[in-house]
């Protein structure tokens, strides 16, 4: 089945340091890969996106990932934490033969001053 | 302002009524969406619609039915309400492939809070 995993519910970190979201996904082939952001009570806001091409894509707010086919993962990170990036954040797969998004759970980024 | 827009932001309704929610888009997309998001957050889509065609419908009840009048909105109409259905709602829209400009990415409306009670 397909499916993405976001171990961690929860990350804390302090602002002023790097901070990883972790995700994984198990999809057949070469999936298109993002990242979006909910803030409370609002609605998503695509952050970046890995279709083709270099493995480190950047995106809003200071965001990148990495895309690694290896093993299979697409970590979003930031160098520099601030609090107002304190969200819940989705990682999402769209398999190729297909429009819809396979979302994983979330992971809840606490940024502390 | 270029947008999802949904109407309404908030519904509380009894069981077993039917009710509507519309959703807009003037990105000038041609693909929309229904997610549903339930109380843990877990965000599932329901369905796609390209161009007025129903292109996904991700074993969603009956009492779940989707209508688009056009490319730039996509209404859901909710039969028989139960407790299970309460949860966040969200449209989304996407440039597919058909239109020559595929951008991949999806753009979510605001969300609709539906409550049953």
């Known amino acids: 089945a397909q499916s993405v995993a976001q171990p961690e519910d929860q990350v804390n970190v302090a602002e002023g340091n790097p901070l990883t979201v972790k995700c994984t996904y198990s999809?057949?082939?070469?999936?298109?890969l993002f990242w979006y952001v909910q803030y409370p009570n609002r609605g998503l806001q695509f952050l970046l996106k890995y279709i083709t091409g270099d493995n480190l894509v950047k995106g809003s707010y200071g965001f990148e990932a990495e895309f690694n086919k290896s093993q299979t993962s697409f970590h979003l990170k930031k160098p520099s934490a601030l609090v107002s990036d304190s969200a819940l954040y989705f990682c999402a797969v769209r398999p190729h033969n297909t429009d819809k998004l396979i979302f994983g759970t979330g992971t809840r980024l606490q940024v502390f001053p | 302002d270029t947008a999802v827009s949904q109407t309404p932001k908030y519904l509380v309704t009894q069981m077993g009524n039917d009710k509507s929610i519309k959703c807009e888009q003037n990105?000038?997309?041609?693909?929309m969406y229904w997610y549903k998001q339930d109380s843990k957050k877990f965000l599932k889509i329901m369905f796609s619609?390209?161009?007025?065609?129903?292109?996904i419908n991700e074993t969603v009840p009956n009492r779940f039915s989707p209508k688009s009048p056009d490319k730039a909105h996509l209404n859901l109409h909710i039969n028989s309400l139960e407790l299970g259905d309460s949860a966040v709602y969200f449209c989304a829209s996407s440039l597919g492939p058909a239109s020559g400009r595929v951008s991949y990415e999806q753009y979510f409306g605001p969300g609709t809070r539906l409550t049953v009670t």
């Open positions: 990105l000038g997309h041609d693909t």
């Open positions: 619609y390209n161009n007025k065609e129903l292109i």
């Open positions: 999809v057949s082939g070469n999936p298109y």
